[in-house]
């Protein structure tokens, strides 16, 4: 007889309801897994008929009134996630009618969550096989960076290439086939390594989530691919589908494809059984390693899907943007009621029922205690039992919908949603007036954007104009995309922002301008400033040369130079190594080595700075294009011994540089005035309120201050002295 869990020993094994064999043989009804059991001599769902294992299936008549009440109610979320996610969305909307209810914040919260969803469906089969994976975000990251540069390649394109490319759907699916592989392969080693190595899946997947990363970073050699499809940007990042976000269908599609996988097949089933008990399933006659790879390569090629959705989305690679993810499809799919423990054959998990139809029938063994999906330490006539459904010989077995594992998987779905709805509360908190102005600054803490900051709410208090200032976490465009979005929600009239990666940002500020808000950057831009109504800036290439000058004086024309600068994708950092790199070229004694990327981060500058020295240790000056990464220079200067012997040209003039230039450890700074770019911003948008034209571009000021200069760099010092 053929079954969806049956296997064989050379111990004899009962079938229930069979001839006894001896005193010690096993009778009484069977029943579901972990159900209770029921009255002697009766199987729940069936009618005795008083012949042991002759049972009869259950009516198809039509549902009856307590099912249909338990179908209503499973549907209705089984209590407290739904009314969790009702209550969540009731409270955003009393405190702010006007931006939440709006079609188009809504439309935003489900493209948020999109990704995150098809993340969170791979870790939900991960989680129910009694695993976990770790890799997820990393191996999105890989995988994004595979498929771009497959495309890109393809299309004849350079890795750094800015702008959409023309590639057509041949190319972009050819990419996409790419990614989920990529995924896939990822998933593949997890699952031999946990199933065949029998290595746990938490040092597994927290191993590969390192290589994952560190792959994707020598790949692309540390920088985003920002050269995406033109098409794929377009109609899956940006277009819709009767008014639905694509991506939101993608995600949805992939979800309903997951729940029937589960749900209706027999790989599902053996899903649901090796979560609840492997050693069961495999005396049972399943392939359990086989089953585990797979349901790890199922979470790395969904990992290689969000892949592409992530790239459609933000036109670029976000190496760096989604490695943390893992930890937010873990808290998704244990709020959707997946236990991470192995023993989950409890009532809070609907017991595990691995037989959603026919009446079962179980297996006795005469020696060893296997339990399938049971109470594993029961007494009495279920100890040593393994039940499995009943079927006619030579047919498959039936598999049915079940509904308690798609009640499982919807919680999965409202918890990815209540998860995404917390970015509500980095709306404004009212809707604004006529006249409003959104300051969208390029991160939280940064002293040049406070005092950027101060500049502007110093002047607009002077004005009487209503300034609200938004910032993200991070420096990086798919944290500073959500913001720019919730502010589009709110419509202000004028909308200044820093671009945090000149290609990512053009779209959603785009978007803005199409709903009548005056759109202008500052301190930053775009390579797209068609829809600009103005932008401040400062002559950042001027200022690579000024710090190239002055490196050249201080090394007398000789020795060899480094620069630590941010990923290609900041204009003004872009600028900066420009302007350095080509007025270096005017004194031939001097040896560029080249940009060295260290993404905001004092840390990595360090690290940049004493790898440097190790293998030039010659070493005569370095360039920080920014002020986080003068303080990690000076970090690994010291580690090494080598402060003032390598002269330090610095950008920006924030408190700890301006300390380090008085000290002499930092030798010259080139510093831009945040305040004035601020109070520019007020003045363009009250010329731009009252209907005047105004330039296409507006120049801020920038000097070069020298360590005998301690006055000048008191006044040009970023100060945040308004917060």
Known sequence: MKNTLSGSDSDPVQLAGEPSQGPGSRHGAA??????????????????????????????????????????????????????????????????????????????????????????????????????DLSVGAGLGFSSVISAQTML????????TFGTTDAGWGIIALGTLVSLLAGALWGALNGFLIAVARIPALIVTLGTFGMALGLAQIISGGVDVRAIPERLVDVIGSGDIAGIPMLVVIAVLVTLAAAAVLHLTRFGLHVFATGSNMEAVRRAGVNVRRRLVGIYMIS???????????????????????????????????????????????????????????SPERFCHSRHTALLANRRHGRGIDSGCVDRPTETSGERTRLTFDLNGVYMMRKTVLSTLICTLAMGLALPAAAKPAGSVALVLGVKGSPFYQALQCGAQEKAKQAGLSLTVFAPDQFAADSQIPVVNAVTATQPAVAAIVPTDMQALAAPMKQLAARGAKVLTVDQTLHDTSFLATQIITDNEQGGKMAAQAMNRLLNGEGKVLVITQPPGSAAQDARERGFAEQIKAYPGITYLGPQYQSDDPQKAAEIVTSALSAHPDLAGVFSTNDQGAIGAITGLRQAGAVKRVRLVAYDAATAEVNALKNGTIDVLIAQNPKQEGEAVVDIALQLLAGKTVAKTTLTDIVAIAANEPEKADRYEYKADCL
């Open 300 to 358: 790395g090629a969904l990992a290689g899907m969000a892949a592409v959705m992530s790239n459609a989305r933000f036109s670029t690679t976000t190496i760096g943007g989604h490695a943390m993810d893992n930890l937010s499809t873990i808290s998704a799919v244990v709020l959707g009621n997946q236990s991470v423990r192995r023993h989950r054959q409890r009532g809070r998990h609907g017991n595990r029922r691995v037989y959603p139809d026919y």
């Open 153 to 160: 390649y393809l299309t004849g394109g350079a890795g750094t």
């Open 31 to 132: 029943y579901s897994a972990g159900d209770p059991p029921q009255a002697s001599g009766s199987h729940r769902g069936t009618a005795d008929n008083g012949h042991h294992g002759e049972q009869q299936r259950p009516s198809t008549d039509g549902p009856s009134p307590a099912g249909l009440r338990e179908f209503l109610a499973k549907l209705l979320g089984g209590g407290w996630i739904c009314l969790l996610l009702i209550a969540l969305i009731a409270l955003f909307w009393l405190l702010r009618p006007a931006q939440f209810g709006s079609a188009y914040n809504l439309s935003q919260i489900a493209i948020n969550a999109a990704i995150l969803l098809v993340l969170s469906v791979g870790q939900t089969f991960v989680i129910i096989a009694a695993g976990i």
